[in-house]
Nanobody
Framework: QVHLVESGGGLVQAGGSLRLSCGAS????????MGWYRRAPGKQRELVAT???????NYADSVKGRFTISRGNAKNTVNLQMNDLKPEDTAVYYC??????????WGQGTQVTVSL
């Protein structure tokens, strides 16, 4: 079992920045993938960015050049630096963890709201 705790999020004006952080605890595999997904009102959950513990990174096209995902000093943490935020980035952001066990885990979600 893996437990994810998110922090960050909030309300920001368009063009502003926010930082999300997520820590994983429990049965953590050495090789794992952590990242962020989001769900906007009336839409399906979508990938934002993921990072494998060995370094491979993947971004959604909509956030490339604006968002940066990174691992914390503790390898069971992941951060998402979001710059130049747009109203269309408004969503609930969910931390994600997966490993070779085949199980996926999700955080409780944190609201990001970008106003004009």
């Amino acid at each position: 079992q893996v437990h994810l705790v998110e922090s960050g999020g909030g309300l920001v004006q368009a063009g502003g920045s926010l930082r999300l952080s997520c820590g994983a605890s429990g049965r953590i595999f050495l090789i794992n993938t952590m990242g962020w997904y989001r769900r906007a009102p009336g839409k399906q959950r979508e990938l934002v960015a993921t990072i494998v513990s060995v370094g491979r990174i993947n971004y959604a096209d909509s956030v490339k050049g604006r968002f940066t995902i990174s691992r914390g000093n503790a390898k069971n943490t992941v951060n998402l630096q979001m710059n130049d935020l747009k109203p269309e980035d408004t969503a609930v952001y969910y931390c994600y963890y997966s490993d070779s066990s085949g199980l996926n885990y999700w955080g409780q979600g944190t609201q990001v709201t970008v106003s004009l």
